[in-house]
């Protein structure tokens, strides 16, 4: 069995595709997930199944679509995948606490030249594969909008995660 972090984007973010995680851990229970467990309002849970990760991710869509009536997209990591993120984070040593770290992770493959983007700050902003890594010494909210740039320039979807919650994630998965 492979544990596995679900980040669903766009969940009670502002007021928008409202889903209690309650109802959400019941919708997961109920496609035969083991050790469903959510952690905050914002469309993180975490479980345990045979199943590869992008059935993992079609099923729960799926069943979102279904039981809420919305789309939502869901990006399926397992554990050791989640764990090798944030191992390889880049500005780990100079940020000064998780609140003001960020992961992106890109749903859709970034495009050709992604990895050198024009406009980002590398003092603060690194892009590896499928995840871009942001370091926002003034806070998140003063930082610059890297998920806006990348669906406008690059045309990729993203849902991004605050370090805490990366940590706290992979803290659920190892329990």
Same mark, same amino acid.
């Given at each position: 069995?492979?544990?596995?972090?679900?980040?669903?984007?766009?969940?009670?973010?502002?007021?928008?595709?409202?889903?209690?995680?309650?109802?959400?851990?019941?919708?997961?229970?109920?496609?035969?997930?083991?050790?469903?467990?959510?952690?905050?309002?914002?469309?993180?849970?975490?479980?345990?199944?045979?199943?590869?990760?992008?059935?993992?991710?079609?099923?729960?869509?799926?069943?979102?679509?279904?039981?809420?009536?919305?789309?939502?997209?869901?990006?399926?990591?397992?554990?050791?995948?989640?764990?090798?993120?944030?191992?390889?984070?880049?500005?780990?040593?100079?940020?000064?606490?998780?609140?003001?770290?960020?992961?992106?992770?890109?749903?859709?493959?970034?495009?050709?030249?992604?990895?050198?983007?024009?406009?980002?700050?590398?003092?603060?902003?690194?892009?590896?594969?499928?995840?871009?890594?942001? @370091?926002?010494?003034?806070?998140?909210?003063?930082?610059?909008?890297?998920?806006?740039?990348?669906?406008?320039?690059?045309?990729?979807?993203?849902?991004?995660?605050? @370090?805490?919650?990366?940590?706290?994630?992979?803290?659920?998965?190892?329990?």
């Amino acid at each position: 069995m492979t544990g596995y972090a679900l980040l669903l984007r766009g969940i009670n973010v502002g007021g928008h595709k409202k889903v209690p995680m309650a109802g959400l851990r019941a919708l997961l229970e109920s496609l035969g997930y083991a050790d469903v467990r959510t952690y905050l309002q914002s469309g993180n849970a975490v479980v345990t199944t045979d199943e590869p990760a992008a059935t993992v991710a079609k099923r729960c869509e799926a069943a979102i679509a279904d039981a809420f009536g919305m789309d939502v997209r869901c990006l399926v990591l397992a554990g050791p995948e989640l764990r090798e993120i944030a191992d390889a984070h880049p500005l780990r040593d100079v940020a000064d606490n998780g609140s003001r770290m960020t992961a992106l992770f890109l749903l859709d493959p970034a495009p050709p030249g992604a990895a050198d983007p024009v406009g980002l700050d590398p003092r603060h902003i690194r892009v590896a594969d499928r995840v871009i890594y942001q @370091w926002c010494p003034e806070g998140i909210s003063n930082a610059p909008d890297v998920a806006a740039f990348v669906r406008k320039s690059w045309k990729v979807a993203v849902t991004g995660r605050n @370090w805490n919650t990366v940590e706290k994630l992979l803290a659920l998965l190892d329990a």
